[in-house]
């Protein structure tokens, strides 16, 4: 999506990071955005994790019926976008 920023981590270094965590047993990677909702139409997925700033339908797939937990984003300070100014600031404001 070109209006999102550029990620810091790769896909490979992101993927590493998720299966450290004692809960994910698989990551799955895609290319496209109709490669991803045809992931997601097969059935074979039966619930999907979205960030509670999605909650007003503005992702993608919002129709395919998924069920969904939705991850509060305010009970914590972590963000990616946060992390890319913080670093941008650091660089250019000294």
């Given at each position: 999506?070109?209006?999102?920023?550029t990620?810091?981590?790769?896909?490979e270094?992101?993927?590493?990071?998720?299966?450290?965590l004692?809960d994910?047993?698989?990551?799955v990677?895609?290319?496209?955005?109709?490669?991803?909702?045809?992931?997601?139409?097969?059935g074979?997925?039966?619930?999907?994790?979205?960030?509670?700033?999605?909650?007003?339908?503005?992702?993608?797939?919002?129709?395919?019926?998924?069920?969904?937990?939705w991850i509060?984003?305010?009970e914590?300070?972590?963000?990616?976008?946060?992390l890319?100014?913080?670093i941008?600031?650091s660089?250019?404001?000294?």
């Open positions: 999506r070109s209006w999102k920023m990620p810091i981590q790769s896909v270094d992101r993927k590493e990071i998720l299966l450290a004692r994910v047993d698989e990551v990677t895609y290319e496209t955005e109709s490669e991803f909702l045809d992931m997601l139409d097969s074979e997925y039966h619930l999907r994790f979205l960030g509670d700033d999605y909650d007003d339908g503005s992702y993608s797939g919002v129709g395919i019926g998924l069920p969904i937990v509060p984003r305010k914590h300070e972590y963000s990616t976008t946060r890319k100014n913080l941008y600031q660089i250019h404001n000294g």
